[in-house]
């Protein structure tokens, strides 16, 4: 019960992050899906203002384990002058008994791979609900940095 929890935090969070970092959430998107043998793949279309045309917006190509748990979520954004999907960056998931923990890497140009790693979250449960820990990657230290901390009692959860 308390893993589902988790995995429903994480989801819900994940889908917040990327509202707020797609822009004006009073634009609206057309939305389009495909599936390969290797991953799921949504294209996210801004719809003109006269509501006539799909211009290209981003490219989420999410894959998953076994367990159909997701492992990656990578984002590329469209490049006008390019006509192509640029990488931008990846969230990229890690799962342990009682927690999820979120990476989300940057595309470094040189290495031509997420390999850019700033920021991360851990979501855990334990026997009190649940806790949300946010990091930053301070380079000089070359240790995480507590940025963020909330927890969600139990009470509260099991209200609804």
């Known amino acids: 019960m308390m893993k589902t929890l988790v995995m ?5 969070a994940t889908g917040l992050f990327n509202t707020v970092s797609t ?13 390969d043998e290797d991953a799921q793949i ?9 509501g006539q045309y799909l211009r290209h917006h981003l490219k989420y190509r999410c894959t998953y384990d076994d ?3 997701l492992l990656t979520k990578e984002i590329l954004r469209w490049d006008d002058a390019s006509a192509r999907y640029c990488p931008a960056y990846a969230l990229h998931y890690a799962y342990e008994e009682d927690a999820v ?28 609900g ?10 000089e230290s070359g ?8 927890e969600a009692g139990a009470s509260l959860l099991a209200g609804r």
């Open 23 to 35: 822009g004006n959430a009073t634009q609206r998107f057309a939305y389009n899906t495909e599936e």
């Open 42 to 50: 949504q294209y996210v279309y801004k719809v003109t203002e006269d």
């Open 143 to 150: 240790a995480w940095q507590l940025t963020h901390e909330h």
């Open 8 to 12: 429903s935090f994480v989801i819900a």
């Open 101 to 128: 923990i979120v990476e989300c890497a940057r595309w470094c140009v040189e290495d031509q791979a997420y390999t850019d790693v700033r920021e991360k979250a851990v979501y855990a449960s334990d026997a009190y």
């Open 130 to 139: 649940l806790t949300y820990q946010a990091y930053e990657y301070d380079a």
């Open 67 to 69: 367990a159909h748990r």
